[in-house]
């Protein structure tokens, strides 16, 4: 089919989604992680839950950054070492839209459940009910922008040897943003006062990622193929 | 105390021991300043022994012989200058 | 002017011309050094309200200024490397990148040590200082990339591309911090904010700041050279000059 075409990117798409659906309960995983890291808070800093509700929306961010950033790490890893790599490389298409596919089917299985998924875990943190929707919103975009960041690290570090602590210390400090904008929009709504400003932020770190991560990545695929 | 007389501006700490005590934030002070003097030192000096090393090295091998490196200037300029060539060893 | 960067692309012609630079800007720095030093540890007058610890500003804030300065360096010698491909560019990434980290940690522990004395505590979470935290790891995140890759042209590449989205993070970073401990911490204690600074300590802290700057550049150039001494020890042009010397 013709390079770029819109067919062949959505057909990419599928393949991933359809790859990513081959085993079910790996999906559970990130809700699993989540439930695990969870359950710890209460037990280490006592179960009040003034305090947890207070703290609610710091620790399910931050949490949802560790999430993202044990499964980033594997994001290229399969296609690098069955060879795929190399062919996205060769295939007319661009490198960076093709690359971005596969970031949009690991988004919708790992952010967008968990964004599904989370007013389960707001309860169980003593979230004010009024936060939710808010979060909801907020972890859609947020866990964009984190998935578009782990993807440029994951590119970067493909196939290197440690590459999992690697990406964390490359990663984490790109990831404070979203923290903070994706904490202030929550705790805005959590004391009923409009968090529309701080979801902006996040959406404007959304529309930047979109447009600038792509390149990034594709950059560092080829690195990646050429050594 | 420091004075200006006629624009000369004089030390401000009246002897080395107050100079050293800083009205109690000597060990602050002197710490910073100590750790920073180590690190700038070790930053210039770090590169200047590595270049000096290199520098020694290609003279003894010139002495021993080699005048020119198996490579020209072309070839060296390769990714990672993955030298393989083993030193010709004195006789 | 174009010429003269494309001059300093050739490693023979940088590391000749580094050799001149070098002889009187690294004389120059450290006597700006030492007269910066001097100046602000015995000549200028204590502060009125922390005493003679305020001293440390006079190693903190060009420490920090440069520390920053440097990633944007970086970033640029990241540019040359990936869009202009300049060989050279990557040999300066490479020199650039662990200086920046030590002048940032630098800054840090100064920080630590004038917070003592000055506010009661080693730590202080406030924006600025986080963000000096944050710019650490970027910095240490392009040296370990660099040590990672095997393939060096590899490693400059990748870490060109880190830089690069590094920098256009830094404001966001920086604003995001910012914004978030002014909601969290009222205005009352202002931790690196002055009014106005007298004379008698501007001038002294600008000649620091131009003695680090200064001290950068050499340990940055002393570094180049060393790095292409050593990947070009088998070419005939450095041969020649050693052989010379």
């Given at each position: 089919m013709p390079p770029n075409s819109a067919q062949y990117y959505s057909d990419q798409l599928r393949r991933h989604l359809r790859s990513g659906l081959r085993r079910p309960g790996d999906l559970l995983n990130p809700i699993l992680f989540f439930l695990m890291v969870i359950t710890l808070f209460p037990l280490g800093l006592g179960p009040s839950p003034e305090q947890l509700s207070a703290l609610s929306a710091g620790l399910f961010w931050v949490v949802a950054l560790l999430s993202n950033l044990t499964i980033s790490g594997r994001l290229f890893a399969a296609d690098y070492e069955d060879g795929s790599l190399e062919q996205l490389i060769m295939s007319p298409h661009s490198t960076a839209l093709t690359a971005l596919t596969e970031v949009a089917a690991h988004w919708l299985f790992s952010g967008v459940i968990l964004a599904i998924v989370s007013p389960v875990f707001a309860a169980m943190l003593q979230m004010p009910t009024t936060a939710v929707g808010t979060l909801v919103v907020a972890l859609l975009l947020g866990t964009l922008v984190l998935s578009l960041i782990g993807a440029i690290g994951a590119a970067l570090t493909v196939g290197l040897h440690r590459g999992g602590t690697l990406l964390s210390l490359l990663v984490v400090p790109l990831y404070v943003p979203v923290l903070i904008f994706g904490v202030g929009a929550v705790n805005e709504a959590a004391q009923g006062r409009d968090p529309s400003s701080w979801l902006a932020l996040l959406g404007a770190l959304a529309a930047m990622g979109l447009v600038l991560a792509p390149v990034a990545m594709g950059v560092g695929i080829k690195i990646a193929v050429d050594r | 105390m420091a004075e200006r007389s006629s624009g000369a501006v004089l030390v401000y700490f009246d002897s080395f021991a107050a100079a050293w005590a800083m009205a109690g934030h000597g060990p602050f002070v002197w710490s910073a300043y100590g750790l920073t003097f180590i690190t700038l030192a070790y930053l210039i000096f770090t590169p200047l022994r590595r270049s000096r090393m290199t520098m020694l090295s290609i003279r003894a091998e010139l002495k021993r012989g080699a005048p020119n490196g198996r490579h020209t200037s072309s070839q060296s300029v390769a990714n990672g200058a993955g030298a393989q060539r083993e030193d010709v060893h004195a006789p | 002017m174009w010429s003269f960067i494309h001059k300093l692309g050739s490693p023979p012609w940088f590391y000749r011309f580094s050799g001149q630079l070098i002889r009187w800007l690294l004389p120059i720095a450290i006597t700006t050094c030492c007269v910066g030093a001097i100046w602000g540890l015995l000549f200028a007058p204590p502060d009125f309200r922390q005493g003679n610890s305020y001293r440390i500003i006079f190693i903190h804030v060009p420490a920090a200024v440069v520390a920053l300065a440097g990633y944007y360096a970086l970033a640029f010698a990241g540019l040359a490397s990936l869009v202009w491909k300049i060989k050279m560019a990557d040999t300066a990434m490479r020199a650039i990148a662990p200086v920046g980290a030590a002048l940032t940690f630098i800054?840090?522990?100064?920080?630590?040590?004038?917070?003592?004395?000055?506010?009661?505590?080693?730590?202080?979470?406030?924006?600025?200082?986080?963000?000096?935290?944050?710019?650490?790891?970027?910095?240490?995140?392009?040296?370990?990339?660099?040590?990672?890759?095997?393939?060096?042209?590899?490693?400059?590449?990748?870490?060109?591309?880190?830089?690069?989205?590094?920098?256009?993070?830094?404001?966001?970073?920086?604003?995001?911090?910012?914004?978030?401990?002014?909601?969290?911490?009222?205005?009352?204690?202002?931790?690196?904010?002055?009014?106005?600074?007298?004379?008698?300590?501007?001038?002294?802290?600008?000649?620091?700041?131009?003695?680090?700057?200064?001290?950068?550049?050499?340990?940055?150039?002393?570094?180049?050279?060393?790095?292409?001494?050593?990947?070009?020890?088998?070419?005939?042009?450095?041969?020649?000059?050693?052989?010379?010397?």
């Open positions: - | - | 800054a840090l522990v100064t920080g630590a040590i004038w917070g003592k004395p000055t506010w009661g505590a080693w730590w202080v979470w406030d924006a600025r200082i986080t963000s000096m935290l944050i710019l650490l790891f970027l910095y240490l995140g392009v040296v370990a990339l660099f040590e990672a890759y095997d393939n060096k042209a590899a490693a400059a590449k990748a870490c060109a591309v880190l830089s690069l989205v590094g920098t256009v993070n830094i404001p966001i970073i920086y604003k995001s911090v910012d914004w978030w401990y002014s909601l969290h911490q009222p205005a009352s204690i202002k931790f690196t904010g002055e009014s106005a600074i007298d004379a008698s300590m501007l001038y002294p802290l600008l000649v620091n700041i131009a003695a680090f700057y200064a001290l950068f550049a050499v340990v940055v150039v002393l570094n180049m050279r060393a790095e292409l001494m050593s990947t070009h020890r088998r070419s005939a042009w450095l041969r020649d000059l050693v052989g010379r010397s």
